[in-house]
C-alpha cells in the first residue's frame, strides 16, 4: 500500500505523525509519502519516507500552502492507494476533487474550541470562522474517513469513528527519577503555562533544581524565554524530534503540564503525561479533567491549582525531599504506560483500518 500523508501546520517530525503512525505504515511494509513544510521548519525528511516540501501554514497566511498541498494531492492522486490529512485547512485541499483515492482526516483536536487560543484571530472573525470550522467537519464526515485522537471529540460527529489515541513508545527499563532537574516537552504558549514555568523556575533557582523546557515557542512566547535564558533561569531547548526529545526525560524529578483551563484543554488528555509515565517520572499537572483522571487513577504524580506557580514549586520540593514516594509516583507510572498507553497496541489497529479503507489485504 502507498499512502500519501500531508500536513502544512504540523512540524514535520511531529511526534503522532511521523513518530507513531508514519513509523507504524513503514514497520508494516507500506511506503509513505509525507508531504509537510520541511524547507519552512528547517529539517529534512527521513529516509523512510518519500519527502514532498509544502508551504508552512502559519496564522493568516494559510491559503498559499492549501494551494500547494491541493497541487501535489491531484498529482498524486493516481499513484497512491490512500491519502491521510492532519489539518482542518488540508479539507479545503481535497474536497471537489474528482477521481480521488480514499482520504482520511486525522482529527488532533477540538478545531472550533482551539479558536480561542488564535491570537492572530480577531474576535469579531472568531463566531464565523466557528460556523465555518462545524460546516467544514460535517462535510468531512459525509465525503471521508475520519480518525479521532480523543474519545471526547464523538460527540461532535453524527456517526462512530475509530480513536487512535496519542499513545507513545514506552523503553524496556528506564532510569529511575534523579533529584534536581524537572523538564517540560511540547508546545510552549502562555495558554500551556510557559510563564508558569518561568516563575517556577525563579522560585526554584535557590534549591539548586534546574528547569528544562523542551518545545517550539509560539511566536508570543519567544521574547519572554530568551530572556529567562539569558538571565540563566532556565534552560530551553527548542524543537527537537521527538525521538530525541523523549530521551531528555529520562532521570528527571518530575515532568510538568501547566496547562491553563481553555476549552480546548478541558477534554483533551495531554500526551506528554503519558510520555512522563512512560519514562518513569512522577507528573506534575494543572488539574485538567483527563490529566487528573490519569494521574489519579495510577496514583503517578501530583495535582496543582491553575495557574500556580508557588504550588508548583512547593510539589517538585516534596518530591525532591521524599525520595521513596519519587521512585514510587514514578514506577507506578511507568508500569501504568507500559500496560495500557504503549503505541505498538494502537498501531496495529491503526494499519489494519486503513488498509481495509483502501482495499488492501496485510
Known amino acids: 500500500m502507498h499512502v500519501l500523508v500531508m500536513t502544512v501546520v504540523h512540524h514535520p517530525e511531529d511526534a503522532r505523525i511521523l513518530h507513531r503512525q508514519i513509523r507504524a505504515l513503514v514497520d508494516a511494509g507500506h511506503e509513505v509519502t509525507y508531504a509537510a513544510p520541511y524547507t519552512a521548519r528547517g529539517v529534512m525528511a527521513r529516509s523512510w519516507v518519500n519527502g514532498v516540501d509544502l508551504p508552512r501554514a502559519a496564522e493568516r497566511k494559510r491559503l498559499s500552502a492549501v494551494r500547494a498541498a491541493r ?10 492507494d490512500l491519502v491521510v490529512i492532519h489539518d482542518p485547512e488540508l479539507l479545503l485541499a481535497v474536497v471537489g476533487v474528482r477521481k480521488r483515492p480514499p482520504v482520511v482526516w486525522d482529527v488532533h483536536e477540538d478545531t472550533p474550541a482551539t479558536l480561542s487560543l488564535k491570537p492572530w484571530l480577531p474576535a469579531f472573525l472568531r463566531p464565523p470562522v466557528r460556523f465555518l470550522a462545524r460546516m467544514l467537519e460535517g462535510t468531512a464526515e459525509r465525503h471521508l474517513h475520519l480518525l479521532l485522537a480523543e474519545t471526547a471529540y464523538a460527540g461532535r460527529f453524527h456517526r462512530a469513528h475509530l480513536v487512535v489515541p ?22 510552549l504558549s502562555e495558554a500551556r503555562g510557559v510563564r508558569d514555568a518561568i516563575e517556577v523556575a525563579r522560585l526554584l533557582r535557590p534549591y539548586r533544581v534546574a528547569v528544562e ?29 521527538n525521538d530525541e526529545a523523549l530521551k531528555r526525560l529520562d532521570g528527571a524529578l518530575a515532568g510538568l503540564s501547566l496547562l491553563h483551563d481553555e476549552p480546548n484543554y478541558r477534554h483533551s488528555m495531554p500526551t506528554k503525561i503519558v510520555e512522563y509515565m512512560a519514562h518513569g517520572i512522577p507528573v506534575i ?20 491549582p491553575w ?6 514549586a512547593q ?33 496495529r489497529r491503526f494499519v489494519s483500518q486503513l488498509e481495509a479503507w483502501a482495499g488492501v489485504k496485510s
Not at 497541487?71 to 497512491?80: N, P
Not at 528506564?174 to 523538564?183: A, C, E, N, Q, S
Not at 523542551?214 to 538571565?231: F, K, M
Open 71 to 80: 497541487k501535489v494531492f491531484k498529482r498524486m492522486r493516481d499513484q497512491v
Open 166 to 187: 496519542n499513545e507513545t513508545w514506552v523503553p524496556d527499563d528506564v532510569t529511575p527519577p534523579g533529584d534536581d532537574r524537572i523538564v517540560y516537552l511540547g508546545w
Open 285 to 304: 499537572t494543572t488539574p485538567s479533567p483527563r490529566a487528573v483522571e490519569l494521574v489519579e487513577r495510577y496514583n503517578s504524580g501530583m495535582v496543582v
Open 213 to 241: 523546557l523542551i518545545g517550539y515557542a509560539d511566536p508570543q512566547s519567544r521574547p519572554t524565554l530568551n530572556e529567562a535564558v539569558a538571565e540563566g533561569v532556565l534552560e530551553w531547548r527548542d524543537f527537537m524530534p
Open 315 to 347: 510539589a517538585v520540593l516534596s518530591l525532591r525531599d521524599d525520595v521513596r514516594e519519587r521512585h514510587a509516583q514514578g514506577a507506578r507510572g511507568y508500569a501504568a504506560a507500559r500496560a495500557n498507553h504503549h503505541w505498538p497496541n494502537s498501531a
Open 307 to 312: 495557574e500556580d506557580p508557588k504550588a508548583v
